[in-house]
């Protein structure tokens, strides 16, 4: 069998915890199966690397910030392949341009476009342990490009795509995937089975438990993925087509994401392409959107407002004033709340109850986005972990 | 006129010394030139990764420990870019794969081979500042290969022999080549010119001012080679043919070495391949020997001794023994004090002074080796500065 692990920064923090990692690594090995395996950074050290840039520059560019911070993950694959080697296993490390991770363009918020599979496939033959650099790739220009934060999720499962893995396992600190954050909510519940669809949007939703991304490409590409432990035995939370989850339950689960900014843009002239070029200048700037909203005001003109990575705002706001908006203003301490589960599009009662919970908790609600599977509010980020209890209560997830 | 200027580890040790070096770039930027800066990890990141393995894996391949050293330099690389992108120029950070320095396939000891200058061409000619990470390249495995610690300076001559640039500036924290040790010696003179061939004598010797592989690429090239402080506005060393300096003195200088180690392989068998074999099994671990010298045993068996960098000790001696020579013992504490300089060859009492100096300060010496411009002694590690101090007056250095 070919195992594609992932293992993510604070589970080789440091020599220990990357001996104990090894030790999962060669159980999986000695059984006869073939390991490739993808590594984060240690611990704190792109952190680290972040503030050591914005001490010399603060808006130093998209590019040297990935050349600067794609070394964290060199690291912790030479360091685990001399683990290994230490182990008595036969091991080696490789960063994206050895094993050809292709990308978009786009610095640091880059996409997987192809990865060749040739240098992997040659080190698996001669029965070694592959180790591979997360979180990057290269573009076009031959410049090193990153995938975000979390990112490392992404690699796994696109080389298990690659290689036609038939399995891929992300290993966190968490030992699967929960109705709703465990320290907030104490009787969240671990799922045994997730669909892409709803672990996409909790993903994205900012249930942390893997890249928005990496969903996506196992989805495209059929990939067997499993999330789970670094620490326990346990075993995880399976994620697969839906069609293939026998008991499919309304709300599956509720989470929250405190990334989150709002922009506000005032003074904006009527016309169809209002908002188009404010988006326009937006992508140009590699800013994702989330919700949005648009309201005329007195003097004929409108105000757009939307929410954003709270990590983009100096980049919006930039954007923005050099497309010629002048009356931009970002606001945080917010978060987002949502309920995710694949039944809820066809019971409108569902949205209804959600309004109920958080009235009924007193929590005043900002924007509200909804999909097919999931409905979002933007709420006072003090008012987060009791709109989690509220809602966890409300759709009976503790049962 | 195309610059290429290095700038060491402790130049670019922290974000203050970062932009002290960006502004010594954008000053030779600013007056018309092209400038390519190679540079080295910052201040003590490649000892303190050197650490980091060690704690994981003290044995760990020489192929891991390049991949994991590598990165201090990336990081360095993309820092600057980031300073000189704050001060409003144009830069750009580029890595060994990306410019394309290829070498041997010998990790740790790797010598430059071929060097693309189409990428940094390229940029050059968008008027940025290029910057290039020292002291690494990629072999014909695409694996990342390293040239020894102080290999930046060779990364940085290669560059410019490559470039066919019109001056080479290695920038160190001295201000030029001494006639010794000034921390040693207090009379010690800065050389305003030293011949190619001293140099690279002296470099091996452990001045420590440039390293040797980048002074004999510079001669092989006829690059351009000035040393100087990045401190400081004085100015410097001149490195160049010996034919072309005027003055030819008999001793230039005396330096000392005291990174080495003696290895001693006793009863070893005698035949004209006895120490082939041994050298043999040396090479192919990747240790370079200096000083030789083998005599006869009572046994019939002979003795080889030899000293070699006190860092290749343990892996010098596990070849050994796996060659099958079980007596083998290493010894520390000792060091190599040479006298160079280009007109000693003709001159027999020279090698005389050298010893009736050192046996007038009491110092005893062990092995003695001589080549057309140099005459070196092992000596034990407490008596070097006595030496250094001794030799430097006996050749009248100081005046």
Known sequence: MLVVQKYGGSSVANAERIFNVAGRITETYDKGNDVVVILSAQGDTTDDLIEKAAEINPDASRREMDMLLSTGEQQSVALMAMALSKMGYKAISLNAFQVGIETTPDYSVAKISKISDERIKKELAEKKIVLVTGFQGYNEYFDVTTLGRGGSDTSAVAIAAALKADLCEIYTDVDGVYTSDPRIVKDAQKMKEVSFDEMSELASLGAKVLHTRSVEVAQKFGVNLVVRSSLTKAEGTVVKEGKDIMET???????????????????????????????????????????????????????????????????????????GYSNVTAETGMAKVSIVGTGMATHPNVACDMFEALADANIEVDFIATSEIRISVLVAESDVNAALVALHDKFELGK
Do not use: C, H, W
């Open 249 to 323: 339950v309304l709300v599956r689960g509720v989470a929250s994401d405190k990334d989150v900014a709002k922009v506000v843009v005032k003074d904006v002239a009527n016309g169809t392409d209002k908002t188009f070029k404010i988006f326009s200048a937006l992508g140009k700037a590699s800013v994702s959107v989330d919700m949005i909203s648009q309201y005329p005001t007195e003097n004929g003109t409108y105000t757009v407002e939307f929410t954003i990575n709270k990590d983009d705002t100096s980049v919006a706001v930039k954007a923005l004033n050099e497309a």
